[in-house]
């Protein structure tokens, strides 16, 4: 069964980066989709970016150059990096893979001055 753990997340100030790590328990080759997701306070969780097994990536629009999406096949890591974060980066990040398994704890990223 896959499991994934995030971590990387802290406070940050208003133009600053943080890098996530999401760990899986098994090879990243054998996964085919993967994604980071977002939930803000008293908001719903949204999707950020995903990435391919051929490397395809896409990001949502708000983090869009800001934001990028990589795997270590050799670690079985997937990372955001995250750069100029903004306040309203701030939430709770989860990964998953596509088709989704159950949530993780996820990983507090907080925005703030």
């Known amino acids: 069964q896959v499991k994934l753990v995030e971590s990387g997340g802290g406070l940050v100030q208003p133009g600053g980066s943080l890098r996530l790590s999401c760990t899986a328990s098994v090879n990243l080759k054998s996964i085919g989709v993967m994604a980071w997701y977002r939930q803000a306070p008293g908001k719903e969780r949204e999707w950020v970016a995903m990435t391919t097994a051929v490397g395809a990536k896409q990001y949502t629009d708000s983090v869009k150059g800001r934001f990028t999406i990589s795997r270590d096949f050799d670690k079985n890591i997937m990372f955001l990096q995250m750069n100029n974060l903004k306040p309203e980066d701030t939430a709770v990040y989860y990964c998953?893979?596509?088709?989704?398994?159950?949530w993780g704890q996820g990983t507090q990223v907080t925005v703030s001055s």
């Open positions: 998953n893979q596509i088709p989704k398994i159950t």
